[in-house]
């Protein structure tokens, strides 16, 4: 069974950096891209960026672009999303989810990031 | 700005149809081949039940359909049931196929 296990919800304040992770078994962790897409309160899904875990080849949407970045730890198939500087404008939900050819077919349950001071 | 525009919600009566609109604003841009639905309960992580425009994956309810016309994909929920109850969000991908567009999203209430 494919599964996509988020890290738990963090709280943080505004400058502070931040990497949270996206946990994944069963299947090979290298034959599939893995995104992640943001939800902020009350509001739509918007993508942010997906990675390939055979090469890293990453691509970010233009909005996300410089703001986050998207690695992987092929070791221990797991994929992450960091930021070195948070804002409030940063709090939202977070999820990860692996790419079919052209669509999403696991999510994670999502990451809740709160940043406030 | 290239977008997929989506009704902010739709209602239904339970056993009724309904549907779904998601049209392109910019047809150069998208590839409508691609077209996928995911369904969002309140609280809950996103799920995938309509891909590449009309297919369902595994264990997705038949009453669960999709299509396209000119630049508009939709998503039709046959039989509403109270359990339908959810976010449903339209993507795809650009013709470059490299970046990925998610519609508004609906919120469909079954009354």
């Known amino acids: 069974e494919v599964q996509l296990v988020q890290s738990g919800a963090e709280v943080k304040e505004p400058g502070e950096s931040l990497k949270i992770s996206c946990k994944t078994s069963?299947?090979?962790?290298?034959?599939?891209?893995i995104g992640w897409v943001r939800q902020m309160p009350g509001k739509g899904l918007e993508w942010m960026g997906i990675?390939?875990?055979?090469?890293?080849?990453?691509r970010y949407s233009p909005s996300f672009q410089g703001q986050v970045t998207i690695s992987v730890d092929v070791a221990t198939t797991t994929t992450y999303l960091h930021w070195s500087s948070l804002k409030a404008s940063d709090t939202a939900m977070y999820h990860c989810a692996r790419r079919g050819d052209n669509w999403f077919d696991s999510w994670g349950q999502g990451t809740l990031v709160i940043v406030s001071s | 700005q290239s977008a997929l525009t989506q009704p902010a919600s739709v209602s239904g009566s339970p056993g009724q149809s309904i549907t779904i609109s998601c049209t392109g604003t910019?047809?150069?841009?998208?590839?409508?081949?691609?077209v996928s639905w995911y369904q969002q309960p309140p609280g809950k992580a996103p799920k995938l039940i309509i891909y590449d425009v009309s297919y369902r994956p595994s264990g997705v309810s038949h009453r669960f359909s999709g299509s396209y016309s000119g630049d508009t994909a939709s998503l039709t929920i046959s039989g509403l049931q109270a359990e339908d109850e959810a976010d449903y969000y339209c993507?795809?991908?650009?013709?470059?196929?490299?970046?990925?567009?998610f519609g508004g999203g609906t919120k469909l209430t079954v009354l």
């Open positions: 993507s795809t991908f650009t013709t470059s196929h490299t970046l990925v567009i």
């Open positions: 990675i390939h875990p055979h090469d890293s080849d990453t």
């Open positions: 910019n047809s150069d841009v998208f590839s409508y081949n691609y």
């Open positions: 069963g299947y090979t962790f290298t034959n599939y891209w």
